[in-house]
C-alpha cells in the first residue's frame, strides 16, 4: 500500500516536499515513480527512481525544480518540487513497480500500485 503525502497550497515559487509511504510490503525491489494530473488533464509522468537509487528521471517540466529519491530503510520516496509555478497545480500520485524497464519508466503502464493521490496547488 503506498500512501503519498505533503501537499498543499503555495505561491509561486515556493516549495513543497511530497512523501509516498510503503505499508504492507518493502518497496526497496520496486522502481518508484511519481505523476500528476491537472483537472481536464490526463495523468503526466513527474519523475521516477530506479530501485538502487542511482538513476532518476524527470519530466522536462519540472527537471531542474523536482528531485526525486527514495529512503528504503524508511520504506519511503521523496518529491521535492521548489520553484513551484501554477501550472504545477495537480494531483500527485506515487506508484511502484516491480520489473521497470527504463525505457518505459514514463508510461503509468509500467506501475503495479498506485497510491491515493495529494493535492499540490500553486497560486500566481
Known amino acids: 500500500q503506498l500512501q503519498a503525502s505533503g501537499g498543499g497550497l503555495v505561491q509561486a515559487g515556493g516549495s513543497l516536499r511530497l512523501s509516498c509511504a510503503a505499508s504492507?510490503?518493502?518497496?526497496?525491489?520496486?522502481?518508484m515513480g511519481w505523476f500528476r494530473r491537472a483537472p481536464g488533464k490526463e495523468r503526466e509522468f513527474v519523475a521516477a527512481?530506479?530501485?538502487?537509487?542511482?538513476?532518476?528521471y524527470y519530466a522536462d517540466s519540472v527537471k531542474g525544480r523536482f528531485t526525486v529519491s527514495r529512503d528504503s530503510a524508511k520504506n519511503t520516496v521523496y518529491l521535492q518540487m521548489n520553484s513551484l509555478k501554477p501550472e504545477d497545480t495537480a494531483v500527485y500520485s506515487c506508484?511502484?513497480?516491480?520489473?521497470?524497464?527504463?525505457?518505459?519508466?514514463?508510461?503509468?503502464?509500467?506501475?503495479?500500485?498506485w497510491g491515493q493521490g495529494t493535492q499540490v496547488t500553486v497560486s500566481s
Open positions: 506508484a511502484a513497480a516491480l520489473r521497470g524497464i527504463p525505457s518505459m519508466i514514463r508510461l503509468p503502464s509500467t506501475y503495479d500500485y
Open positions: 504492507g510490503t518493502s518497496f526497496s525491489r520496486f522502481d
Open positions: 527512481v530506479r530501485l538502487s537509487g542511482g538513476s532518476t
